[in-house]
């Protein structure tokens, strides 16, 4: 029997063992759903820590899953989020640069760079993509954190974002063809960086990953 590729073995595993996270029929039938109806004028992708001078598999696969939506017509554009956050590099700007290396346009390629919990990914990314003019947003994600952020999506941003979660079959048929680009990851270096466990308690984190301390404030 051929085993499952690493990467997505992990994503299978979770979807599997986590109630939270969407089933393969399910993120079919919601990409099929999306793919019927007219384009989203905007994606958010959640951003990845960067280390090692190389993008990780989870991220890898984030920013494949947007190309694949941006090639198929069903995204016309796509917002990466994500500060420096463990590491010191913007999580928005790297996932950018290698979005832009495996030919998504730099035009329809955006950042969000404020956000440092996945709460924040969404709910700022929809405020900065309203703001540029954007109306139709979804997210765009793997099947486990798109399910964890539907609630609060619905909630505290606004029940019109679609939710795209990643298709594994899709991805592993995507896997063969896929590059490992180098890039300038210098320029997504953050100079006064402070990791995120030094700025905050463990309860802060706690409520910023709830999503109960947002800047209200923000792109407005």
């Known amino acids: 029997m051929k085993l499952p590729l690493k990467w997505l073995g992990l994503i299978c595993l979770l979807a599997c ?21 007219p384009p989203y004028d905007m994606i958010v992708v959640p951003g990845v820590p960067f280390e090692d001078s190389t993008w990780s598999q989870v991220m890898k696969i984030r920013v494949y899953w947007s190309k694949y939506l941006f090639d198929r017509g069903i995204a016309k554009n796509v917002m990466y989020s994500g500060s420096a956050v463990y590491t010191p590099y913007y999580e928005a700007q790297i996932m950018a640069l ?46 486990f954190q798109t399910r964890m952020l539907r609630k609060f999506t619905r909630k505290k941003v606004s029940p019109e974002v679609g939710m795209i979660p990643m298709v594994i079959d899709t991805m592993r048929a995507m896997e063969p063809g896929m590059m490992h680009p180098a890039i300038e990851f210098e320029k997504a270096y953050k100079p006064d960086f402070v990791p995120l466990t030094e700025r905050e308690s463990f309860w802060q984190r706690f409520k910023g990953t709830q999503g109960k301390r947002l800047d209200v404030e923000a792109y407005k």
Do not use: W
Request: proline share 4%; net charge positive.
């Open 17 to 37: 063992l986590n109630a939270c996270s969407f089933t393969s029929r399910a993120s079919l039938k919601l990409l099929n759903k999306s793919a019927g109806e």
């Open 98 to 143: 290698y979005a832009a290396a495996i030919g998504i346009p730099p035009e329809n390629i955006f950042t969000e760079t404020k956000a440092e919990h996945s709460t924040e990914n969404i709910y700022y990314s929809y405020k900065k993509a309203k703001r540029l003019g954007f109306n139709r947003i979804a997210l765009a994600s793997d099947p």
